[in-house]
């Protein structure tokens, strides 16, 4: 019996040993799971809330999608910034940027022989077209075609500053200086200073931003080398609507040589008075608006301006004071292909009408007749995206009307003058840009006799700084 006991008494003692075992193993997977669990929750929790930040870091602020909201938000972190130092300058230091473009020319004329060809009725070469971007690719060989220097800061919370300042081997000059509102009610935006005016598409960009290394033709005799670049005043309207439309008035010193100019001149016996200035008046509206992948923008420009227009060559005067008003339609469309390749068309066409009296002067004998200009051409070009880092397009460009009536006389002067170009371009990165372009110019003459330019152009585009988007 004592055996039975003792040996029931070993068993009992075995199960219980074993059942604490057994026990204590759940107990540690339980506590296994628990901590798996607690893993996943704040993993969980990472996901669903950004982690806290260390008090010794900065704080990020999101930055607003209104370009006039980021604006705000730069200037009032850089007076921050001043009014805990009043002697630290830097935090109002403004963006800069430098662009140089540089390219190599194969032409089938001589540089002199190129100065002398004209367009009748439109284009002669002034002999001081020798400032800021001038002529770009003007002679053969090697060109600097310029140097420039962009600025931009927020003046205050009211106003933005911009100066463009190009630079040549003959010189400097300031492009562009203006100041821009920042938050005028109703949609309601003003410019003031110099700028290139908002007629058209083109005038308004930099060369830098063009999608050829050369100037449409059309651009070149309306408004010559330069551009319509002018002092002056804007005041545009963003209308509340549903897609964009902006409508636009320009007063403008008008000094533009090739359709307006506000000095006076003297040609033999006859002086003419200077024009009355602000001389130039101009007006636009723009609209954007997407289907499907297609993206489209157009826009209806005028101006309206005296013009006082002096010439001499070789010991001839030639001259004309009177009226132009200038009309110009512009249509952008681009097709998405996906987020990198696009085909995209631009075309503009300008027309000019102008009235006054013209004047010609060999040295000793001096003509004057009524005289009437109706001329108008246009360009057109196609570009093609096909790589991050490739593109390819050709461009056509017309002056398709050369109407000039003197005494009620219609000259008999050439029409349908044609350029025409192709171009591949390879840009590494956004900074920078090499271009290849072929084409024709069969829109020059010398001594009424058609000169076929052929040229081949190799163009370097480089960017340092801070410099802004281009606009679509």
């Not at 019996?1 to 074993?18: D, G, N, R, W, Y």
């Not at 723009?286 to 420009?301: P, R, W």
């Not at 110009?328 to 995209?344: E, K, M, V, W």
């Amino acid at each position: 019996m004592k055996k039975a006991m003792l040996l029931l008494s070993i068993f009992s003692l075995s199960f219980a040993q074993e059942n604490l075992e057994e026990l204590k193993r759940q107990l540690e997977e339980q506590r296994r799971l628990i901590r798996e669990l607690e893993k996943k929750i704040e993993a969980l929790e990472k996901a669903q809330k950004p982690e806290a930040k260390q008090e010794d870091k900065k704080e990020e602020k999101p930055i607003p999608a209104d370009r006039t909201l980021q604006l705000r938000s730069k200037y009032e972190e850089r007076l921050k910034a001043f009014q805990i130092s009043p002697f630290r300058q830097t935090a109002f230091l403004p963006d800069i940027s430098l662009i140089v473009d540089t390219s190599v020319v194969g032409r089938n004329k001589k540089d002199k022989e190129l100065g002398e060809l004209k367009i009748p009725g439109l284009y002669h070469k002034h002999e001081h077209d020798k400032h800021g971007h001038g002529a770009l690719n003007e002679k053969r060989g090697f060109n600097l075609n310029y140097a420039e220097l962009f600025f931009y800061a927020p003046v205050d919370p009211y106003f933005d500053l911009y100066a463009t300042i190009p630079f040549s081997e003959h010189g400097a000059e300031v492009e562009e200086a203006y100041a821009v509102t920042r938050g005028l009610p109703g949609g309601f935006q003003l410019k003031v200073g110099k700028f290139r005016s908002s007629f058209g598409r083109l005038n308004s960009q930099h060369p830098h931003a063009w999608d050829f290394a050369t100037q449409p033709l059309v651009y070149k005799v309306f408004f010559g080398d330069d551009g319509l670049t002018e002092k002056g005043i804007q005041i545009n309207w963003l209308a509340p609507t549903p897609f964009y439309l902006l409508l636009g008035a320009e007063v403008l010193q008008g000094e533009n040589e090739q359709s307006f100019g506000t000095d006076g001149f003297k040609i033999g016996t006859v002086e003419v008075s200077e024009t009355r200035k602000p001389n130039l008046y101009v007006g636009f509206v723009k609209t954007s608006f997407d289907v499907g992948n297609l993206s489209i923008l157009t826009g209806l420009s005028y101006g309206t301006g005296h013009s006082r227009i002096y010439h001499k060559h070789e010991g001839e005067e030639h001259a004309f004071a009177g009226k132009t008003k200038l009309y110009g339609f512009d249509l952008t469309a681009r097709y998405n292909l996906d987020s990198i390749r696009y085909i995209s068309f631009q075309g503009e066409y300008i027309y000019r009408d102008s009235k006054g009296t013209g004047f010609e002067y060999d040295g000793s004998t001096l003509t004057t007749e009524e005289v009437k200009k109706k001329q108008g051409g246009f360009y057109s070009q196609l570009v093609f995206r096909f790589d991050k880092m490739w593109r390819a397009g050709i461009q056509y460009n017309l002056i398709n009307k050369n109407d000039v009536k003197k005494d009620g006389v219609k000259n008999d002067l050439p029409k349908n003058l044609s350029a025409y170009y192709a171009m591949l371009e390879f840009s590494p990165t956004e900074f920078s840009r090499i271009r290849l372009q072929a084409g024709q110019n069969r829109a020059f003459y010398e001594g009424g006799r058609r000169k076929t330019v052929n040229e081949v152009i190799l163009q370097f585009n480089f960017a340092i700084g801070a410099h802004g988007a281009h606009p679509f």
